[in-house]
């Protein structure tokens, strides 16, 4: 098969607008679970359609023997929405190439790292030589946009027989440079929340309420100073009761291979870095919880004045999690924390939007070794462990029920503007990825367990 032939699948499903968020796109979303499963039934797999609270996952699987290892392949075919448009340099769904990049919302994220195990996948059956020694199956969701809601259900049901594995691969992570490979070894946890503080039943006048109404806008400000110290700690009593410090060996490694804060500042989108003092930069950006307001709203926003006493104020906060820390009870202790603020006679409501486990793999077990020995063969750069400081809702949830490694490996680049205006992938590693996994699944039954 040539570069061609690799490459024709993706351009075709990356004109696909699978958005999940928005319901006008579910006939899009159907198009693009029977293009894969088109795909798949190509390559000689059975299908399945799985259903999902919001969009249905796609399931495949080819089995080869049932003696030999078999490998349970994930990627989510949902994409973010392309807005603002008007930043775009291509139309998001007119898949274009320039200079050895693809522009295309989901080309990163993820549509063309899957599409690098199912190109693979397919070179490895279409070999005259001999058949693959390895069974492999594939969960392809459609709600990792919107949090993945489904995959839990999913695991419970299907934990046991359908989704029966040796090993989990993923690749919907990141590449520290263009030359230097990276297994993603870490993940963040997740728990989003919304705060709303009433103190009246509609908005005031400022002038004949102010001074003896309470302003939410200023209670919820207050609440948001209170939730973080100055030295950048979270002031939330129990909250890094459980959290599980990172070995030294893992800890150097991550600090031997980070880029130094200011070449961070330098390089990508931030003015300075901040944080816990008392912590490295490694440490902060994948060992360590955090706390962010992710939107606030309240009063009058418009241009001009409007001289009122807002009747509430609401603020969306998420917290970062890490290994050990539950979301159940990070939730909890939030709740308490905000209810010991704000004024008994306020009325407050906080909500819990989204919630996920964190992940840390399993790095002692051989078939580390060999993801090492596929990436260094193809790239003829040793690989490095490096984390990712967001969440893959999909990832502790399967390692918990599945009880098997997952392998975290990803293609995308810095500048990838993955979830922002003119997402793009390199055709290089595309191209690369199929070579690396070509090469992976091939000695995965070598693997002495």
């Not at 032939?5 to 968020?21: R, V, Y």
């Not at 997740?190 to 039943?201: F, R, S, W």
């Not at 909250?239 to 500042?265: C, G, M, R, W």
Request: hydrophobic letters at 35%; a positive charge; proline letters at 6%.
């Amino acid at each position: 098969m040539n570069k061609h032939a690799d490459l024709m699948p993706l351009l075709e499903l990356l004109k696909i607008p699978s958005i999940s968020t928005q319901e006008k796109y579910k006939p899009a979303m159907k198009r693009t679970r029977e293009f894969l499963v088109k795909e798949f039934k190509s390559m000689g797999f059975e299908t399945k359609i799985l259903k999902g609270m919001t969009h249905d996952a796609v399931f495949a699987q080819l089995t080869v023997d049932r003696l030999l290892p078999t490998v349970l392949i994930y990627g989510h075919y949902d994409v973010q929405p392309p807005e603002p448009l008007e930043e775009w340099k291509t139309p998001p769904f007119e898949p274009k190439i320039i200079n050895d990049y693809i522009y295309a919302r989901g080309s990163a994220d993820n549509k063309g790292q899957f599409m690098i195990h199912i190109m693979a996948v397919r070179k490895l059956i279409e070999r005259s030589d001999k058949r693959p020694k390895i069974n492999f199956k594939f969960l392809i969701e459609g709600e990792e946009e919107i949090g993945s809601p489904s995959v839990e259900s999913l695991a419970k049901k299907y934990a046991k027989d359908l989704f029966k594995c040796d090993y989990v691969i993923v690749s919907d992570t990141s590449m520290l440079n263009k030359d230097q490979p990276v297994i993603s070894v870490c993940l963040r946890g997740l728990v989003c929340t919304e705060i709303c503080i009433e103190t009246a039943k509609n908005d005031l006048h400022s002038g004949s309420w102010g001074g003896i109404a309470d302003n939410p806008a200023i209670i919820l400000s207050r609440v948001i100073s209170e939730l973080k110290r100055k030295d950048g700690s979270i002031n939330i009593r129990g909250f890094y009761d459980d959290i599980n410090t990172p070995s030294e060996e893992l800890l150097a490694h991550f600090k031997k291979n980070q880029s130094s804060e200011k070449d961070f500042v330098k390089n990508e989108q931030i003015f300075y870095t901040a944080g816990e003092e008392r912590h490295s930069f490694a440490e902060r950006k994948y060992f360590r919880p955090t706390l962010d307001v992710n939107g606030i709203y309240s009063g009058y926003t418009e241009k001009g004045s409007k001289t009122v006493i807002p009747c509430c104020a609401s603020a969306k906060i998420s917290m970062r999690l890490v290994p050990n820390q539950n979301p159940e009870k990070i939730y909890k202790l939030f709740q308490k924390r905000i209810k010991e603020i704000v004024p008994k006679q306020a009325k407050v409501t906080i909500t819990a939007e989204t919630g996920c486990l964190p992940y840390i793999a399993p790095t002692n077990h051989p078939v580390f070794g060999l993801i090492i020995q596929s990436l260094k063969k193809i790239y003829k750069s040793e690989p490095v462990y490096n984390g990712c400081g967001g969440s893959i809702g999909f990832v502790p949830i399967m390692a918990k029920a599945l009880k098997v490694p997952v392998i975290m490996v990803g293609f995308e680049l810095p500048g990838s503007n993955i979830h922002a205006p003119n997402e793009n992938f390199s055709l290089s590693n595309y191209y690369k990825g199929i070579k690396v996994f070509e090469d992976f699944y091939s000695h995965v039954h070598e693997i002495d367990n």
